[in-house]
Structure formats: structure tokens, C-alpha cells
């Protein structure tokens, strides 16, 4: 899953408020937040990416790393799910029987 970022005029100051709303959330609500993201897929739809690109910097801050890439300043790509193990993310390892 990955979409192309071309920055419009007013962008950043989106992508801001949007961060400073995620920095209200609780870990738990990021990592929810963001497992949302990979059941819905990236749809190709510039609000989405400032999403992702504010929920980025949100799990970086938060934990300083993120599951959400972004790659030469301009393609978003989403990873696996997530879960919250203590205070950090870790990718889901499916259960073998």
C-alpha cells in the first residue's frame, strides 16, 4: 500500500494541527489509530496522507519509531498490524497451530 505525497499550499500547517491532536492520544489510541489505516488501505486521497504523515510523527515522538514509511520525502507506504506490548509497538506475529 503506498501513495504518492505531492505538498499542497496549506498542507503543513494541516499535517500541524493534526499532529498536535495526536499528541493528546494515548498509546494505545495511536496503535488503534493506525491498525484502522491497514484494514482501510491507502485509498489515494490527500487527507489521508496528511493523516498518516501527522500519525507518523505522532508514533515517533511517542515511541520513537513508526510503523508508517515514508520514503524520499514523498511515498507513504503502510506495514502490518500492530500491538501495544508494555510501552512500545511491535508487529503482530500470527499464531501457528
Known amino acids: 500500500m503506498e501513495h504518492l505525497f505531492i505538498q499542497r499550499l496549506g498542507?503543513?500547517?494541516?499535517i500541524m494541527e493534526l499532529l498536535i491532536e495526536f499528541k493528546l492520544f494515548t498509546k494505545q489510541d495511536?496503535?488503534?489509530?493506525?491498525?484502522?489505516?491497514?484494514?482501510?488501505?491507502?485509498?489515494g486521497v490527500h487527507a489521508q496522507a496528511k493523516m498518516l504523515i501527522a500519525l507518523r510523527y505522532a508514533f515517533i515522538t511517542t515511541f520513537g519509531k513508526s510503523p508508517i514509511n515514508i520514503e524520499e520525502n514523498a511515498i507513504i507506504s503502510l506495514t502490518d498490524k500492530i500491538e501495544l506490548i508494555g510501552d512500545d509497538w511491535q508487529y503482530i506475529?500470527?499464531?501457528?497451530?
Request: charged letters at 35%.
Open 30 to 43: 495511536l496503535v488503534s489509530r493506525y491498525n484502522r489505516s491497514v484494514e482501510v488501505g491507502i485509498l
Open 11 to 14: 498542507d503543513r500547517e494541516k
Open 93 to 97: 506475529i500470527p499464531k501457528t497451530n
